[in-house]
């Protein structure tokens, strides 16, 4: 079988890997792929939001599967033309899509079916949402409505912060024009729940924990996420229950009441609060770096199980026991502005997995390209050997320019 894995991150690395151990993938396609994806898969030079080029592509090549990673590739409805054109296609449409491309749509579904989640009010203009934030307390959560490439949420600690966010979100339009969801601030740990779906049918990955900040003890600016790791010892089976019945499969059969059923990969980011588990959000695809932490324990053949997901039928995932953790190599000055090009050397030298997120080969020599670099991942029976050990490969690789955090998976040992 010949597979297309459309889009160029970690998220699409781990993906193809996956995909790569299966002896059902003869020929594997990857669009735009990266320096990394390239030892595993043929990259095609098409932009992954490409819609059209992409059906062309799947159709003159004879792909019999095509596996979306980005939000914006599905936002914009590949699904819903590949599947005009019956081409198998894995990955939610435009219009169920909108459960992660519009937060204020996640939310008003939530509270109609009664999933539990923080409490909100939606606002297009500056200063109804301003009064509304004074009204309040603080910290307060702001969400910028539309899709933001995992920085569209900012915890505002005091009203400054909040003025200059909503100044972003509303006048200023950083993000596009659009609507913002204010909510009240929930504590607690947070943990990621992605599922397999096709309409009311679903089947769990292994939880596992994303940390969002760029330095340790969960400080500086928010990013698209600088390491993760499963399994979460503070999440027990009751509370795996709970949200499996409550949450997912409550969210599931919502969308197919709903009229726009969900098939693909339903991500749940929830945080176990002292009032219960809760949704923080949702998203409409594999979570990044999660996907990367939670791919490499799957049992199940990876196109078998796409493939059935794709075709609406009960998806079953079998996975390893033990634990994986991942740490983020990113660029210095990530997220804000930062050099590209640095020279990325030792990478032979381990023996974790590693996927690329933003590299590329210039003049025969691997180099930074992009914020997020690269993750290393390593997996073993405890997390405390799996954390020890990507913590010795990551000492192995030679770059002047990366960092990374040094307390990934800490919070399990508390």
Not at 284 to 307: C, H, I, N, Q, Y
């Amino acid at each position: 079988m010949k597979v297309l894995v459309v889009g160029s991150g970690g998220r699409e690395h781990a993906i193809v890997e996956a995909i790569s151990r299966s002896p059902k993938a003869t020929k594997i396609y990857a669009a735009p792929g990266n320096a990394g994806i390239a030892t595993l898969a043929e990259c095609v030079a098409i932009k992954d939001t490409d819609v059209e080029r992409l059906v062309e592509f799947a159709k003159e090549n004879q792909v019999e599967l095509t596996v979306v990673g980005p939000e914006a590739a599905l936002a914009v409805g590949i699904v819903d033309r590949f599947r005009e054109e019956g081409l198998n296609i894995f990955g939610p449409t435009k219009a169920a899509t909108e459960i992660e491309s519009s937060k204020d749509f996640a939310k008003r579904l939530m509270v109609k079916y009664g999933v539990p989640t923080a409490g909100y009010a939606t606002f297009t203009a500056f200063d109804e949402a301003l009064d509304y934030v004074k009204r309040g307390s603080l910290p307060t959560v702001l969400k910028y409505d539309g899709l933001a490439a995992g920085k569209g949420v900012v915890i505002a600690q005091t009203m400054e912060e909040a003025e200059a966010t909503l100044r972003d979100m509303l006048l200023d339009t950083k993000f596009g024009e659009g609507r913002v969801v204010i909510e009240e601030f929930l504590t607690g740990e947070e943990f990621s729940l992605m599922c397999f779906v096709a309409g009311n049918k679903i089947s769990p990955m292994p939880v596992a924990q994303d940390h969002k900040r760029a330095y340790d003890n969960d400080e500086g600016p928010n990013t698209g996420g600088m390491g993760a790791y499963t399994e979460l010892p503070f999440i027990t089976a009751e509370d795996h229950a709970y949200a499996m019945e409550h949450i997912m499969q409550r969210v599931a059969d919502a969308m197919v009441e709903e009229g726009t059923p969900f098939t693909g990969v339903l991500y749940g980011g929830l945080m176990k609060t002292p009032n219960g588990i809760k949704v923080i959000e949702f998203n409409a695809r594999f979570g990044d770096p999660e996907t990367e932490v939670v791919l490499p324990r799957l049992k199940s053949d990876a196109v078998e199980l796409f493939m059935t997901v794709a075709k609406g039928e009960q998806p079953a995932a079998e996975w390893h026991e033990g634990a994986t953790l991942g740490i983020v190599l990113a660029s210095k000055g990530y997220p804000g502005s930062y050099d590209k090009g640095a020279v990325i050397r030792g990478i032979e030298n381990v023996e974790s997995k590693i996927y690329h997120m933003g590299t590329a080969i210039k003049d025969g020599e691997l180099v930074t390209a992009g914020g997020r670099v690269m993750i290393v991942v390593a997996s073993a029976s405890t997390l405390r050997e799996a954390q020890q050990r990507a913590r010795e490969d990551i000492a192995k690789i030679e770059c002047d320019n990366l960092f990374h955090r040094t307390d990934i998976g800490n919070k399990a040992f508390r």
